[in-house]
Structures are given as structure tokens and as C-alpha cells.
């Protein structure tokens, strides 16, 4: 009995390779659990609705319908019901969203070419009024006292330059009354120079009269600006320093019961959520003092007296009245409410990729973590498991693997880069580490069909000049 030759042993070890690396692609479509929406961990009933703006994926113009956008409501028991659908209101992607005075919700969203900013009633789950902008993936639309909005617009690029702006727009006018353009404000070398998303300011708030909180998301930083003056009054973070913040999102303005000011960010790319204290420098010790501390303003040092990390890109982090934080924990896919220690006591699960979540009033309504005493650095701890919030990554072992290596700050790069970015490509049903497989199977077959080629050179020449002396002789 003939023996298999050598070439066809070695395609069978590639094949067999390339199962082997599909296996847990199959093990993912069979043993997925839909997350949907729904509550996790609930040990403590939360007070009252808990709101999430869920941002779904859209891409080109082609939605995903198992990745939907949608804004929900969730009981005190985190159980969910969806108030409107991005198809219902003719958007791709929600954002922002703002409980008003009177109960209603102010929501951000956007479709392929306009920013739909809207009051809904959440009982009615009608609109009371819908403005339609001419502007792009904007993030963030705030109400004013006087009724007028305050737009965070990024993505302004024209003939090279960046208008990436703050503007206040008077809907009864339909006018711009006042703006705050960032390169007049910034050297125009920030962050690499003007592109097409410089900024990516993804969030303004008014903070008091005439002070405006900003978040340059690419800028790694977040700003207190002056309406009259224009001037950068308070300045967190700096470009680059990614141990202050790193891609930040909607930062929040506390006070401590000192007068110290204070912000809560969701430090995205960290995938941690921060807690920074502006200190007088007679107040610091000097183990608080780091390369990672800016002061801009008023003289002093910007302290972090409170961190959590082990999250996915979060979003949004907000203090409640009882001294927990509200978190939406965008890549996990859920909203939580943690304890001061980063145990989670309530959560939300809100497929896919919830952006903001919002109880009670607007933004943070509670304490700082020093007026209670809670400062420290702790990791998200507790939760039901489910979903990506369960799982070790194919990123988690990545970077564990790398750990000491001659390559570990190239490999834990691109594992913080992988794991932010492939979400958004793998099915719903498919793990990340299905994912990792699913990918080095394609590059296994792309190095088997290039070695084939090789291999066979010699009769694909001869074949291929056969081909053309046949249809030479046709031609004649």
C-alpha cells in the first residue's frame, strides 16, 4: 500500500490546523446566550428609572438588526422595556440622553448625515418637537435655562482645516448665537495636526452660569471654558498623557464640601472609571504627587482619589445621591451601579453598546468620593457573568502572555486595540476568542494558498502557457 507523499501529509496538518482553530467559532454559535436586555446582579433595587441610550451599529448606511439602536428604560429591579427604536425614529445611532424638568427626555442622535435632537415623552413614548442639524456624529446636545441648545460638533473639516466647535443654537431663530471653535484655542498641531475627527469632542455641559465643561476626547483631556472670556479656566489631562486620561468620555463636575473641584470621568480607553480632586499645593502629599497630576488654572494639583478599573470601554460614569456610581460599561454591553469599592449592586444588560445612562436628574447628583471617605483604586467586582462581562478575551490572555516579554508594550497595545475595536465587527454570537480563531484560520489559509502556489509553480506555467498557445491557435 502506497504511503501519502509528503506534500499531501503536510496539507492535511494545515487543514487540520485550520479546523482546529474554527472549533471555537462553532463552540460559540452553539452555547450563545443572548444577552438582549435584562437585569444581572440586582442586590439592591435602584431608586428609580434608570434610562440608557443604547448606540447600535450602522455602518454605511446598512444597519445591524441584532445590533439595534434603541433607547430603554430599566425597573428598580433592572428590568427592561424599550420606549423607541432608531427605526422608529428615522436615526442610525442614539447617543446623549437627558432627563428634562418636567419627566420628558432630551435625546441625541444622528443619522448618516445629520445630528435629530428631540424631547420625547417616555409615558407616551411621543415626541413633543424634533430639530434637525446639519452636522455629523454628534455626540452630545444639551439644554440651556433660556431653552436654547448647547452642541458639542466635531468632525468639521474642510479644505484641511478643523472647525470642531462648541455652538449654542437658538431654535426659534434657527441661529448660531455664540461658538467656541477649538484650533483657535489649541496649536493646530495637537494630536497629530487637522484631520477629518481632530477632537472628537463628544460632550459639553454647562457647569454654572457661563462655564462650560468639554470633552476633546482625542486630546485626552477635559476643559472648563468661559462663555464671556473664552479662556481655558480648568484643564485635566493633556495630549498624550495617557496616564491622566486616555480617550475620555462625558467627564462631570463635582465640588468637594471643601470648595474643591472635582471630576468623574470615564477614563475609555484606560477602560477605568476616575475620580480627580484640584487641591492647593499645601494639601498634597507628596506620595500624591506623580508625572501623571496636572494643574492648569488656579494654582494646585489635580489629585486621582478615586479609580475603579476592569471595565470595556466605558462611557459614562455618573455619582447618585447615595454615594454609588452609575456606569455604562459600553463593550460588556451593560449599565451598573457600583459601591464605592467597585462591587456592583445593580445591572443592566443593554445590547448592543449602550453609550449613555442616566437616573434622577442629569448627570452627577452625589457626593465625592473624599467628603465620604472612599478614596482608594479598586477593580469592578461582582456582577452576574453574562455576556463579554464573563469572559477571560482573547486581549485579557494577550496581555497576560506579553507580560515581561521583549514585545510586551507592542502586544498590549495592539490588545487594548483589539479589544475596542473588534466588537463592532464579530457577530453577536461570536466570543472573542471565536473571533482570534476565526482570523488566524484566514491567514493560515492565505499562507497555505500562497505556499500551493509555489509548489505548484512549474505546472501552473506550463498550464498557463498551454492556455495561450490554445487561443493563439484559435485566434489563427
Known amino acids: 500500500m502506497d504511503r501519502p507523499s509528503r506534500p499531501w501529509l503536510a496539507r492535511a496538518a494545515v487543514a487540520f490546523v485550520v479546523v482546529l482553530l474554527l472549533v471555537p467559532t462553532g463552540v460559540s454559535a452553539i452555547s450563545h446566550e443572548r444577552t438582549g436586555l435584562g437585569p444581572g446582579t440586582v442586590s439592591d433595587p435602584a431608586n428609580g428609572t434608570t434610562y440608557v441610550a443604547v448606540q447600535g451599529f450602522h455602518f454605511k448606511g446598512v444597519g445591524n438588526p441584532k445590533k439595534p439602536a434603541r433607547l430603554v428604560s430599566a425597573s428598580p429591579e433592572a428590568r427592561g422595556s424599550v420606549i423607541t427604536s432608531g427605526e422608529a425614529e428615522g436615526v442610525s445611532w442614539f447617543y446623549d440622553v437627558d432627563p428634562l424638568e418636567n419627566g420628558n427626555l432630551l435625546v441625541t442622535s444622528t443619522t448618516p448625515t445629520s445630528t435629530v435632537v428631540f424631547e420625547l415623552n417616555p409615558e407616551t413614548e411621543e415626541q413633543v418637537w424634533s430639530e434637525e442639524l446639519p452636522i455629523t456624529d454628534t455626540h452630545d446636545v444639551d439644554m440651556l435655562p433660556s431653552g436654547r441648545l448647547l452642541v458639542a460638533n466635531m468632525r468639521q473639516f474642510e479644505d484641511g482645516v478643523s472647525n470642531d466647535r462648541v455652538f449654542v443654537y437658538d431654535r426659534e431663530n434657527d441661529s448660531i448665537v455664540w461658538e467656541y471653535v477649538l484650533r483657535e484655542h489649541y496649536p493646530n498641531e495637537t494630536d497629530g495636526g487637522f484631520r477629518e475627527d481632530w477632537s472628537h469632542l463628544n460632550d459639553v455641559d454647562r457647569i454654572g452660569e457661563g462655564k462650560y465643561l468639554l470633552s476633546p476626547r482625542n486630546f485626552d483631556q477635559a476643559i472648563v471654558v468661559d462663555r464671556e472670556t473664552k479662556r481655558i479656566e480648568y484643564r485635566l489631562g493633556g495630549d498624550d498623557n495617557h496616564t491622566t486620561l486616555y480617550e475620555q468620555h462625558n467627564p462631570d463636575w463635582l465640588e468637594s464640601e471643601g470648595g474643591n473641584p472635582t471630576m468623574l470621568v470615564a477614563d475609555s480607553e484606560n477602560d477605568r472609571v476616575v475620580e480627580y480632586e484640584l487641591r492647593n499645593d499645601s494639601e498634597v502629599d507628596a506620595s500624591e504627587l506623580n508625572a501623571s497630576r496636572i494643574s492648569s488654572g488656579p494654582s494646585g494639583t489635580w489629585v486621582r482619589t478615586w479609580s475603579v478599573d476592569g471595565f470595556n470601554w466605558p462611557r459614562d460614569a455618573d455619582r447618585l445621591p447615595n454615594g454609588n456610581t452609575l456606569v455604562t460599561d459600553s463593550l460588556n454591553h451593560r449599565v451598573v451601579e457600583i459601591a464605592p469599592n467597585g462591587t456592583v449592586v445593580w445591572e443592566f444588560y443593554a445590547s448592543w453598546g449602550p453609550y449613555d445612562a442616566e437616573r434622577g436628574t442629569k448627570g452627577s447628583n452625589g457626593p465625592t468620593m ?18 463579554p462581562a464573563g469572559q477571560e478575551t482573547f486581549s485579557d490572555w494577550l496581555v497576560g502572555a506579553a507580560e515581561g516579554s521583549a514585545f510586551e508594550a507592542q502586544l498590549t497595545w495592539f490588545a487594548e486595540r483589539y479589544r475596542h475595536a473588534t466588537p463592532f465587527l464579530r457577530p453577536v454570537w461570536m466570543s472573542s476568542w471565536a473571533l482570534a480563531g476565526a482570523f488566524l484560520a484566514v491567514i493560515v489559509l492565505l499562507l497555505w494558498g ?21 487561443v493563439r491557435a484559435r485566434g489563427v
Open 370 to 387: 473624599t467628603d465620604i471617605g472612599a478614596s482608594g483604586e479598586y477593580t469592578v467586582s461582582g456582577g452576574a457573568g453574562r455576556g
Open 450 to 470: 500562497l505556499g500551493e502556489l509555489v509548489y505548484q509553480r512549474e505546472r501552473l506555467s506550463r498550464a498557463l502557457m498551454e492556455l495561450v498557445e490554445r
